[in-house]
């Protein structure tokens, strides 16, 4: 085994157990106990672990990065040297943390131009300001899961280019506890181009995918470890379908509950419904996938029980303004949305999906998750971009204004 073999499997050892002995390193790499204390040595200069008498302890979160060009000698190695030395603060500090999330999901670069409104067909008009920031919907829904106070694995796929170190220093950067993101030699990171209205916060995106659609089946299984060890698994179709539907399988058959985010819809999504726990359509997707058109809470309904009979567990359509609709087969339940200062509604959905799975891992009932998840929703379109995500405290203090009184629930 390389040096730089031996250092990677060392602080992924570490990340997963914490703590580490040299006597117990020697004999699990098979090395002597001076070459344990040299790779140690090393790793703490680069500010990855800490030494402590007779061995040492992980100080920090991991990045992987694994070139698909190389995976015959199956080398993962850090992404920048200089960028694996930065040190990052403790996550958790004065946080109660309860319940595990995976994420498969997307890292897009957003560019983002605020406008007066949207150009017509062959119209050019003029931006009130252009933001280049970080995104993408796998990316944003972390995000919210890690504001909620539960543990977050975060696992992306970024391209060759000067967007992966933003890739790294966003996530380094972020209350995301741990992540695996993987690197396309070959391929550019995903990109978004999004449209804001000033005037309502409505928004139009159009998406290139890049990197996030060659995540591969080696790369899919090698996440084995964190979904069995996760209460849910959360994921959306930004990447390739072949490797979000061998996840989500995955994830089914360890018993962990799945959630569903099928956005950008794609008709191929009902190949894996009877897998899934939670389907979380917009009016639009679920309009799509159910041959309903979505113009109010009646024809939602109708909606909803066409999904579940496709054999999913729970459908849950978010329908902005007015709220959320769930259906388990035997009842439907109307959860009203709260009022916002509308600024922003890029990031709603992925805040919803990240905030609801972030409650149902903490083992509340889907009727608190959903509520929950609607204030959290409710607080982050009144902030500017999609990834910029309201504080759990914050989030509590919306949550009190619910009437409960106001939510409907009636057999189906």
């Excluded at 073999?5 to 001076?34: C, S």
């Excluded at 670069?109 to 003029?126: C, H, K, L, Y």
């Excluded at 920031?133 to 696992?155: I, R």
């Excluded at 080696?218 to 964190?226: G, N, Q, Y």
Aim: charged share 20%; hydrophobic share 40%; glycine share 8%.
């Amino acid at each position: 085994m390389l040096n730089k073999e031996r250092h990677y499997a060392i602080l992924a050892y570490l990340n997963k157990y914490e703590r580490a002995t040299v006597n117990h390193l020697a004999r699990l790499f098979g090395v002597t106990k001076e070459t344990i204390r040299n790779d140690l040595n090393t790793l703490s200069r680069e500010g990855g672990i800490e030494r402590c008498h007779g061995g040492a302890i992980i100080k920090r979160r991991i990045f992987h990065t694994q070139s698909v060009n190389n995976l015959d000698s199956n080398i993962i190695h850090y992404f920048d040297a200089a960028l694996a030395r930065k040190k990052v603060k403790p996550r958790h500090k004065g946080r109660k943390m309860k319940g595990k999330v995976c994420i498969l999901g997307s890292f897009n670069v957003d560019i983002t131009a605020n406008v007066d409104r949207f150009p017509q067909s062959g119209e050019s008009i003029f931006s009130e300001n252009t933001i280049i920031g970080p995104g993408g919907k796998g990316a944003n829904q972390a995000l919210a899961v890690s504001k909620c106070h539960v543990k977050t694995h975060f696992v992306a796929k970024v391209g060759n280019d000067q967007f992966s170190q933003m890739a790294y220093e966003h996530l380094s950067s972020s209350a995301i506890d741990s992540f695996t993101l993987y690197q396309d030699k070959e391929k550019k990171t995903g990109t978004a181009l999004i449209y804001v209205c000033q005037g309502d916060g409505e928004n139009m995106i159009a998406i290139s995918p890049g990197a996030n659609q060659f995540i591969t089946p080696d790369e899919v299984e090698a996440i084995t470890p964190e979904l069995r060890q996760s209460d849910i698994f959360l994921t959306q179709l930004e990447n390739n379908l072949a490797a979000t539907f061998g996840a989500i399988d995955i994830a089914h058959r360890n018993g962990v509950r799945v959630v569903l985010n099928p956005a950008p819809y794609s008709p191929d999504v009902v190949k894996c419904l009877q897998n899934v726990d939670f389907l979380t359509p917009n009016e639009t997707e679920a309009s799509l996938l159910s041959g309903v058109q979505i113009s109010d809470i009646a024809s939602a309904k109708e909606a909803a029980r066409a999904i579940k009979a496709r054999g999913v567990g729970h459908v849950i359509i978010t329908m902005g303004a007015k709220g959320a609709l769930i259906h388990d087969g035997k009842e439907f339940i109307h959860i009203p949305a709260l009022k916002a200062v509308c600024v922003d509604t890029t990031g709603a959905g992925d805040a919803f999906n990240g905030a609801f799975t972030a409650a149902m891992a903490k083992g509340e009932s889907i009727i608190q998750a959903a509520k929950f998840a609607c204030a959290f929703a409710s607080l982050a379109v009144e902030k500017e971009g999609a990834s910029n995500m309201p504080e759990y405290n914050d989030v509590l203090t919306r949550l009190a204004q619910y009437n409960d009184k106001n939510i409907i629930t009636e057999k189906s």
